[in-house]
């Protein structure tokens, strides 16, 4: 389905900034209320822009618990994935060039009923693989379901920033030795 006319670019700018500001703020805000270095939160809520999944153990290194690491890489990482297909919808409905192509990309996907249906699946994969700023653009370029492609990429996230945290404490390793 491909979105057109101002609602739909009005409803990306507003998932855009909403996901910023519903996920991302908060996460800051817990995370300085509960108490810790400001600084290794800053650091760590930077990190997750750079170093993506190794966040957790960036925070770590810095003095704050696995938990709110853990956390705080979550929640920055799907805002930011949130922020990302927002800005797809805005530009695919703002954009008459952009719409062609994506009318013209999901016509080609409407051949394959199977990967439209359990491709938002594949999302857990391609958030691990290809990162935070790549899955998000997949999903909306052949037209899976975004409230699907959302669950599967968060539980990707959490998944990758759990392991990451384990491995950095040590955790792994006791399975390994």
């Known amino acids: 389905m491909v979105l057109s006319g101002p609602s739909h670019g009005e409803a990306g700018g507003w998932l855009a900034g909403g996901a910023f500001c519903a996920i991302v703020v908060p996460a800051l805000l817990i995370a ?3 108490g810790g270095d400001r600084t290794a939160l800053v650091v760590m809520f930077s990190s997750v822009f750079l170093a993506e999944y190794l966040a957790p153990a960036v925070g770590m290194g810095l003095g704050l618990d696995p938990i709110r690491a853990i956390a705080m890489t979550i929640s ?16 695919g409905a703002s954009s008459k060039k952009v719409a062609k192509f994506l009318a013209s990309v999901q016509k080609k996907m409407e051949k394959y009923p ?14 691990i693989m290809l990162g935070m700023y790549i899955a998000p653009g997949v999903s909306f370029l052949v037209g899976w379901s975004r409230a699907r492609s959302a669950a ?17 404490l040590g955790i792994i390793k006791l399975f390994f030795a």
């Open 114 to 127: 199977k990967f439209m249906k359990y491709g938002p699946a594949a999302n857990f994969l391609f958030i």
């Open 152 to 168: 599967f990429m968060l539980a990707g996230i959490a998944t990758v920033t759990t392991l990451i945290a384990a491995a950095t």
């Open 32 to 34: 300085t209320a509960t």
């Open 76 to 91: 920055v990482t799907f805002g930011i994935c949130l922020s990302i297909t927002g800005v797809l919808c805005f530009v």
